[in-house]
């Protein structure tokens, strides 16, 4: 984070990139046109991997004295920097260069211009918010910790990022997800569950699959979740639990048709309430900054689109102003933040 006084001449960048993902010269280009222009000390340059999808590389920049990290890479890259720079005060800058670009979507960031997504990094303004914290057990018993930056999946959403097809995604991007969905929903059976949110008393339940989100925005601008925002201290919790194909298609309705559109309006918002009850029977939202969940049989988990492998059960919460990130600055990072938001379920589940 830059210091009240600090001078621009000491000011540095790092960028921690995925050389598959990124056109390194392209980048290198960039960064340094904009480095130039604000009159920064030289980027440090730090590549991902096998061993270290960026928590190390990143760790490396905020010892180095790094004022910005820029991501550039897909959601995993992103969410690997992130994990490091939690309560660091080093802010985030993102360069999206993936399928998803889940977190670079849902704050409005610049998704096809590389040097707008530079720029902002040496040029924006800084924003706290908040990150999703994932304890999982796995099948034998270990625990491990994750943050998430946008959703994490249990059940059938897992399943489909499982499933997703390497190539195809390379060659279509987020439509190779639906390509998953198409395959793994026909064989897809419900699965039992005991949860409790906010500690309270366990409540059992029979779903196809659980999303908790920190903000709720995917690809295609599909506003799933659009009650959630990165900067409330609550995760938004959707449980899916549809009946075959009408099911399904009610869900879909519901996230396309009613969220996209008919929430713009006052009359569309009457609308929904009046078919609220139907939809509640296949989708179910909660709100809460905690929820546990454990789970009858293991079940496939996912965290903004990687892969975590099945676990017997999962804590998730949020982490409040946990992690700062770079904004234009005619973009919404001016927006006061929505705080203390109270925990709340639209129906039992």
């Not at 993902?21 to 920064?40: C, H, Q, Y």
């Not at 991501?71 to 890259?77: E, Q, S």
């Amino acid at each position: 984070m830059n210091t009240p006084g600090e001078t621009p001449s000491v000011r540095r960048a790092a960028v921690v990139y995925n050389p598959i993902k990124v056109d390194v010269d392209k980048l290198r280009a960039s960064v340094a046109a904009a480095e130039s222009a604000a009159g920064w000390a030289g980027t440090v340059w730090l590549s991902t991997t096998e061993t270290d999808a960026g928590q190390r590389a990143t760790r490396t920049a905020i010892e180095q004295g790094a004022s910005v990290v820029l991501a550039a890479g897909g959601d995993g890259t992103v969410r690997a920097v992130a994990e490091a720079l939690r309560d660091s005060g080093v802010a985030l800058a993102i360069v999206p260069s993936g399928t998803g670009n889940l977190l670079a979507r849902n704050l409005q960031l610049p998704l096809a211009s590389l040097d707008a997504a530079v720029e902002i990094a040496f040029g924006g303004v800084d924003r706290a918010i908040d990150l999703g914290v994932a304890l999982l057990t796995d099948t034998d018993g270990e625990k491990a910790e994750h943050v998430f930056l946008v959703m994490a999946g249990l059940g059938l959403d897992a399943q489909m990022i499982a499933n997703t097809s390497a190539d195809l995604k390379k060659q279509v991007g987020w439509l190779a997800y639906v390509d998953a969905g198409m395959r793994v929903i026909p064989k897809s059976k419900p699965f039992r569950i005991r949860y409790s949110l906010e500690g309270r008393t366990d409540r059992p339940a029979h779903v196809s699959t659980i999303l908790v989100a920190n903000c709720g925005v995917l690809p295609g601008n599909i506003q799933f979740l659009p009650d959630a925002q990165v900067d409330d201290g609550i995760l938004d919790i959707a449980v899916l639990q549809p009946k075959g194909v009408l099911g399904w298609l009610t869900i879909w309705r519901r996230v396309t048709w009613e969220n996209g559109v008919l929430r713009r309006s006052a009359v569309g918002r009457r609308i929904i309430a009046q078919s609220e009850s139907n939809n509640e029977r296949v989708m179910t939202t909660l709100r809460g900054s905690r929820i546990r969940i454990v789970l009858e049989h293991p079940q496939e988990f996912e965290i903004d689109g990687d892969e975590f492998g099945p676990v017997r059960a999962v804590s998730l919460r949020a982490d409040p102003d946990a992690l700062t990130v770079r904004r234009g600055r005619d973009g919404a990072a001016g927006q006061a933040p929505r705080r203390r938001v109270s925990s709340q379920a639209r129906a039992p589940i």
